[in-house]
């Protein structure tokens, strides 16, 4: 990194030389695929990159002239823009054939991911804003996935929906299908920022401090609308917590903006600052690289929130790593630079200084509930609930969708809410329909009741259908509750989360307990089987902190045993029955948990 903050359209004369050599390969790539030159050319060597990606052009020129080697997915961009390409996708789907690594990188910008070897299809992630989308919509969704995919979709922990087994022929119909809807996959995969998440309850929560939904919405379109906003280094991750009852999991993205009440007496440079609901923001939330979104110590009016999202995001374009993939996201900046220069840069693309305050003066914020994401629960409007939906790790037959459309339209607001918790919630009940709610979602083969241990289980796609997976973590998943239920009844919830690879899709690292799959050796020949890796004292929120390894490659047969004994020797060790998992956890050293743990299985 250089000594300061480095802006887009700044280039010594050296960096122009080589940018002119870089700009010159690009347009002969782009040349070769029958495509117009990039922007106004390269025809001297003072000449910079022009147009909606010049900053995305002039950062790889950077990384080249300072003696880097772009890794392929730049390559890739620079070569061909994916919302250039989308002529070409359509072509490629009429012949049926599904795209090379470069296209199916491509191809994410437009939601689709091609999956094999686990499934021979696409799967589609959507964008919904907050979580939020309508009967209609969902019904919509629905329609979709039967006709042009599998016939279910699952939930995911972005509260977004993913559809399954589209082949390459019924592609292009599903994602424009989703146009007709008011809805968009639009640059929810590859280097983009991902699904905007917010407060499940926004908005009918008596326990929150804001309403996120206009701000994740604005957030949302301002993204769609800029097309400089994709295609950066790495994915980016965006969540707006309204301090309601449901955790939103702002401190897991990259920025989190956190509803804070700021009281009387605090002042930034000799002003006062109002009192009043503000969002604290947080940084460099990256659980797969171990690290949670860290407070900055700045607060921001809520109606500046996307101004101040922007120019994260455009010091981020302008100076992460192209060339070396595991270290493109915010994070490795903030460890390099740190906060204060991060923060100049910030202020430098805004033109105004942020406002800082003393942490004294931010009031505590409102308590979680980990089970407000099932059951019944009381409106801050009167006479209206919300019911949450217990769906088994996030998995929907069209068929459900349909009722659970249905209900909303009938016995609800219209609306459904997609949470972070892998399920839904059906919001706007009023107290004289909640029995028939109950009633129809049973019929479904739903429910809005489950076990402490199922409520907060969470888990990935897997071996089922991605390829990274080393675990079919959906099923092992509902094996371990199958397998623990009858054996206890827990009085407190506990979260585990199950995660197929080290891109922490489930965010294995912030569960009470934690797995993420490995191939466990069998055989001195090297062959090996499906299993995990254990960690122990995850958590988020005030509880916030990263899981300690437990233990290493044990087959996904034996994961259901194992953590049965871990819960069992908290549930016998406990302090105080009040006593929660993580701080039972860390309450222990390692090797001490390890042991309790041997010595309950040898007792059983």
């Known amino acids: 990194m250089t000594d300061g903050p480095v802006m887009s359209d700044d280039f010594t004369p050296d960096q122009k030389r080589y940018l ?32 909606p990606d010049k900053e995305h052009l002039a ?20 070569a061909e823009h994916p919302f250039d ?38 799967m589609c992630r959507l964008r919904i804003p907050n979580g939020i989308l309508t009967h209609w919509q969902f019904a919509g969704v629905a329609d979709l996935a039967e006709r042009l995919g599998g ?17 390459a022929e019924n592609a292009p119909g599903f994602i424009e299908g989703l146009s007709d809807l008011g809805l968009t996959a639009k640059g929810s995969g590859a280097d983009n920022i991902r699904n905007v998440t917010g407060s499940a309850t926004a908005g009918i929560d008596p326990l929150e401090l804001l309403d996120t939904r206009p701000h994740a919405r604005a957030w949302h379109h301002h993204i769609l609308n800029d097309r400089s906003l994709y295609g950066l280094p790495r994915k980016f991750n965006v969540a707006f917590d309204g301090a309601g009852s449901i955790a939103t999991l702002e401190d897991t993205n990259d920025i989190g903006f956190q509803a804070v009440e700021v009281i009387e007496g605090a002042s930034f440079e000799a002003q006062p600052v109002a009192p009043g609901i503000w969002y604290r923001l947080a940084l460099g939330g990256i659980t797969g690289h171990k690290d949670l979104a860290r407070d900055t110590g700045v607060i921001v009016a809520p109606s500046d929130a996307v101004a101040v999202a922007d120019a994260v995001i455009r010091i981020f374009t302008a100076n992460a790593n192209r060339a070396d993939r595991n270290k493109a996201r915010l994070k490795y900046i903030l460890d390099d630079w740190g906060f204060d220069r991060f923060l100049t840069a910030v202020e430098e693309k805004l033109g105004r200084r942020l406002v800082r305050i ?83 979602l049973q019929a479904a083969g739903l429910s809005a009741e489950t076990s402490a241990l199922r409520a907060g289980l969470i888990a990935c796609t897997g071996a089922t259908g991605c390829k990274f997976a080393a675990a079919h973590t959906k099923e092992d998943a509902l094996a371990i509750a199958a397998h623990c239920e009858p054996r206890m009844t827990l ?13 922490s899709c489930a965010q294995h690292y912030i569960g009470d307990i934690g ?16 299993g995990y890796d254990v960690y122990v004292g995850g958590g988020y929120g005030v509880d916030g902190g990263i899981a300690r390894a437990f233990r290493e490659k044990i087959k996904a047969e034996e994961a259901p045993a194992v953590v049965e004994a871990i819960l069992q020797v908290w549930q016998g060790h406990r302090a105080a029955p009040e006593e929660s998992f993580v701080a039972f956890a860390r309450r222990h050293d390692i090797e001490a948990l390890r042991a309790l743990v041997a010595q309950t299985g040898e007792a059983a």
Not at 32 to 41: C, F, M, N, Q
Not at 152 to 166: F, G, K, P, S, W
Not at 406 to 435: E, F, K, M, Y
């Open 59 to 78: 950062a790889q020129a950077r990384t080249v002239a300072a003696g880097g080697k772009l890794s392929d997915p730049e390559k890739w961009k620079a």
């Open 515 to 530: 797995l993420i799959g490995a191939k466990v050796p069998v055989n001195e020949e090297g062959d090996t089987v499906p």
């Open 358 to 440: 003393d942490a004294a003066f931010v009031a505590p914020r409102p308590a979680y509930d980990r089970l407000a994401h099932v059951g019944v629960h009381r409106q801050a409007q009167p006479g209206l609930n919300w019911i949450g939906v217990a769906l088994p790790v996030g998995k929907l037959t069209v068929a459900q969708m349909r009722v659970i459309a249905a209900i909303a339209r009938d016995c609800g607001d219209g609306d459904i809410r997609l949470t972070v918790w892998q399920n839904l919630l059906i919001s706007g009940v009023p107290d004289a329909r909640i029995d028939d709610v109950l009633a129809n």
């Open 491 to 503: 009085e407190q919830p506990v979260n585990i989360h199950l995660t197929g690879c080290h891109n």
């Open 151 to 167: 016939g279910y979709a699952h939930v995911t922990t972005r509260a977004n929906l993913q559809v399954r087994e589209i082949t």
């Open 20 to 51: 002119e050599g870089f700009m010159s390969g690009m347009q002969s790539a782009r040349t070769a695929r029958g495509l117009a030159p990039l922007g106004s050319g390269a025809g001297s060597a003072a000449s910079a990159p022009a147009g």
């Open 85 to 122: 390409a989308y002529a070409r996708f359509k072509t490629q789907a009429e012949s049926g054939a599904y795209p090379k690594p470069d296209d199916n990188f491509r191809w994410r910008y437009h939601g689709l991911f091609y999956v094999a070897p686990a499934q021979n299809s696409y």
